[in-house]
């Protein structure tokens, strides 16, 4: 069975997304995510120009093959743009092979190892009143666990916090790359940060948490990469006596030895990887267990072929996932990371906050989301079909994250 075709498909439901289309010598239709959020067409340009012509003819079942093929035989390795295209094509080829066999692709990876994912959902407000209700609403969504960030007194927006001012009044749980309004360039928006209010405010919305809904709820907090190793050992410790599920990307993690100092300085669960794209970024947070959970996605990290073996080497170290499942995954990208969630042994808890309804009408999903648990469906292969049509009529939008400057204007590392 060849591949016969590739095609890589941008639509922009309301935020960007690339999507590989593959199609075989028996016409069967295999989806892979190469979505890069503020550099979608970096990984279209990348798969369109060299990736494309070096798969058409190629073996569609040689997955592993056909992963080093193109880790090595670009000579550049690593990197977002390179991972996300690679990822793409590693998914399209598994989609391919299970729905060949007949299965749910989870049932390829070893079967289920569980009957759901736990999944996390994000609430957030300006003040703490907002939020409580926030989480209010996710539990009645169903959600057990759930991410929590506020706005902090004296900044006029966070990353983060739906609703917030720079969200141009529409509610965002998720955080959005924003686009310009119509005629002026797209930059991104830059916002003001002050990490001292930010310590000082945080144990308070999760001391406020905590008493309005007790001690059981799992709560989760981004630091999106702000924070020094110190500062970073400072906010785990003050959050101990709030028993946080996870702290993600409380510092930058270029710097893997900076974790050293946090891990030494507190026992508050550390999630980290989001970022990342390969198992190099991990190498020495996994072997010295500086962290507690993986944040990679299938998207941006080789794909399932690489995410798999990820695991495994984090297993070795009672390490679980916790994988990124923002809105900017496609639906494509969520459903390869269910398929993965149900099926390797060292499962956390998967993020999940559902895409807007254009988005769910171009991808049609098999997966489901029911009393906190996801799953990725029983229909064969990832269990998605995406409209090419009615994706096409989504033009392409540049919109950017924001960046973040510190008081005195210097920009800030995250
Ligand atoms: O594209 C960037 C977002 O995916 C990221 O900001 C989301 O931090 C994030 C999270 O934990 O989902
Ligand atoms: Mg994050």
Redesign the pocket.
């Known amino acids: 069975m060849r591949i016969d075709a590739v095609d890589v498909v941008v639509t922009s439901p309301g935020r960007n997304f690339v999507t590989l289309r593959l199609t075989t010598s028996d016409g069967v239709v295999g989806l892979g995510d190469a979505t890069l959020?503020?550099r979608e067409l970096a990984v279209a340009s990348y798969l369109r120009d060299h990736v494309a012509p070096l798969l058409v003819g190629r073996d569609a079942h040689n997955i592993e093959d056909t992963w080093q093929y193109l880790y090595r035989g670009a000579y550049w390795r690593r990197g977002p743009v390179t991972m996300a295209a690679i990822a793409a094509v590693d998914m399209a080829l598994w989609d391919i092979k299970a729905k060949v066999a007949g299965l749910p692709l989870y049932q390829l990876l070893g079967g289920a190892s569980r009957t759901g994912a736990l999944a996390y959902g994000?609430a957030s407000g300006r003040d703490i009143p907002e939020l409580l209700d926030s989480v209010r609403e996710h539990l009645a969504l169903g959600y057990r666990a759930i991410?929590v960030q506020t706005g902090i007194p004296g900044l006029d927006s966070v990353?983060?916090v739906a609703a917030s001012s720079a969200g141009g009044g529409e509610r965002y749980d998720?955080?959005p790359?924003r686009r310009s309004a119509q005629g002026t360039p797209v930059r991104p928006v830059e916002e003001v940060w002050d990490t001292r209010a930010y310590l000082r405010h945080v144990p308070t919305v999760f001391e406020a948490v905590r008493s309005e809904f007790g001690p059981e709820l799992p709560l989760l907090h981004?630091a999106?990469h702000r924070l020094t190793p110190n500062q970073a050992a400072q906010l785990g410790r003050s959050l101990e006596p709030y028993k946080l599920f996870w702290l993600?990307?409380c510092t930058p993690a270029e710097n893997q030895e900076g974790l050293r100092r946090v891990r030494a300085q507190t026992t508050t669960p550390l999630a980290i990887g989001?970022v990342f794209n390969s198992v190099y970024d991990y190498q020495t947070l996994i072997t010295e267990q500086l962290i507690d959970y993986v944040?990679s996605s299938v998207t941006h990290s080789g794909g399932i072929t690489a995410l798999r073996k990820l695991m495994d080497f984090a297993a070795i170290y009672q390490i679980k996932s916790g994988f990124?499942?923002?809105t900017?995954?496609s639906p494509v990208g969520m459903a390869a990371a269910l398929h993965l969630d149900v099926a390797i042994h060292n499962f956390g808890i998967q993020?999940y906050m559902k895409h807007n309804a254009q988005t769910l009408d171009l991808f049609r999903t098999s997966y489901s989301f029911v009393d906190g648990l996801l799953d990725p469906g029983e229909a064969p292969g990832l269990g998605v079909d995406l409209d090419l049509e009615a994706a096409r009529a989504f033009e392409y939008t540049p919109a950017y994250?924001p960046v973040n400057r510190l008081l005195d204007g210097t920009m800030h590392d995250w």
Do not use: F, I, K, T
């Open positions: 959020n503020g994000h991410r990353y983060g998720y955080e790359a981004d999106h993600e990307d989001e944040r990124h499942g923002p900017d995954v993020e994250l």
